[in-house]
């Protein structure tokens, strides 16, 4: 549910009910590294992978390579105040 979320963030709402359900979650890093290995999406990978370890304290940054491009991590919004070099996101 939570990747799906990020794939289809216009169904969710905004960008806020995205970060509930990942704070409120009960998540499995190997479920999760699992199926985002099988989406093959680097911008949603880059997404989860920032909300896990800022939300939830869990790093899966070894289990994958990223390419150099910089997405949002919110999509409604075009405006960001910082970038995070690791997970190449503007936030």
């Known amino acids: ?6 794939l289809r963030p216009k169904e969710t709402g905004n960008f806020d009910e995205i970060e509930k359900a990942f704070e409120n979650s009960s998540i499995s890093k190997e479920k999760m590294i699992k199926y985002l290995k099988k989406t093959r999406n ?5 997404r989860v992978g920032f909300l896990l370890e800022n ?3 869990i790093d899966i940054s070894k289990n994958f ?9 919110n999509q409604f919004s075009k405006k960001w105040k910082k970038t995070n070099s690791k997970w190449r996101i503007k936030a």
């Open 55 to 57: 939300k939830k304290s």
């Open 1 to 6: 549910l939570l990747i799906d979320l990020l």
């Open 42 to 46: 680097q911008s949603v990978i880059k």
């Open 65 to 73: 390579s990223f390419d150099n491009n910089y997405v949002l991590l």
